[in-house]
């Protein structure tokens, strides 16, 4: 295959996972709190290139500084839980017992995986490859395997998982309620500007625009 088809291949299948995790994690994270979590790929992304490389002595003092500070952000996000007050807080040691993080929390995190694993890869197929030969290749990568999984989760019906019963049922009622709609005359449906707005800005600007930035 041509060096662009393999990273296509590799790189889109990051970033596929990436977006599918984070955009099950905003579920039940805020927005905020996700983007917080998944900015860690800025730290990450030197501490893995690192490891792979063996050589750990090889981070910069100030890259350090920086994992330690992003590693107090997580621990006070922890410590804003819903069900934690500060009137239980005896000492900053005790209070560790406090922290909470989420199923969501931890999906957003391994999005950030993902995200890192694409940029380190990225750096070696973007000196073979033209920047937009390489990102339509992980354009339609991502395309393909969203299109997939959404026909698996369309298919599926009710699993004995309930994430994945949920996330069938709520796409059936979409698609069930947009043929209703169209049937009935009412085109184009209501409340269908705010999902094509949304599927036009994560399409154009935060996927084919990245994609292509980041591929130079």
């Known amino acids: 295959f041509p060096i662009q088809i ?10 596929f996972i990436g977006n599918f995790l984070q955009v099950i994690g905003l579920r039940t994270v ?3 709190r996700a ?7 800025t730290i990450m ?6 490891a792979f490389a063996g050589d750990l002595a090889a981070i910069p003092v100030l890259t350090w500084v920086a ?26 040691f005790s209070s560790i017992s406090d922290i909470s993080y989420s199923s969501g929390d931890l999906l957003i995190v391994a999005a950030a995986v993902a995200y890192t694993m694409h940029v380190i890869r990225l750096g070696r197929y973007a000196k073979f490859t033209t920047p ?10 991502e395309a393909v395997l969203s299109i997939g999984l959404l026909s698996l989760l369309l298919a599926s019906g009710q699993s004995s998982i309930s994430f994945v019963s949920d996330l069938s049922s709520e796409i059936s009622t979409y698609f069930q309620t947009l043929n209703e709609q169209i049937a009935l005359g009412q085109f184009p449906p209501s409340d269908s500007g705010k999902v094509v ?16 930035a ?3």
């Open 197 to 212: 707005g949304a599927i036009l800005w994560t399409g154009w600007i935060t996927c084919a625009y990245t994609i292509y």
């Open 30 to 32: 805020p927005a905020d």
């Open 132 to 141: 937009l030969d390489l990102a339509a290749a992980k354009a339609s990568v």
């Open 67 to 92: 994992c330690i500070l992003a590693f107090l952000g997580v621990v006070i996000m922890g410590l804003d839980a819903p069900e934690f007050h500060l009137s239980q807080m005896d000492s900053i």
């Open 6 to 15: 393999l990273g296509g291949m590799e790189l889109g299948s990051y970033l």
């Open 45 to 50: 992304v030197p501490l893995f290139q690192a």
């Open 35 to 41: 983007a917080f979590l998944v900015q860690l790929t």
């Open 214 to 216: 980041q591929s130079f």
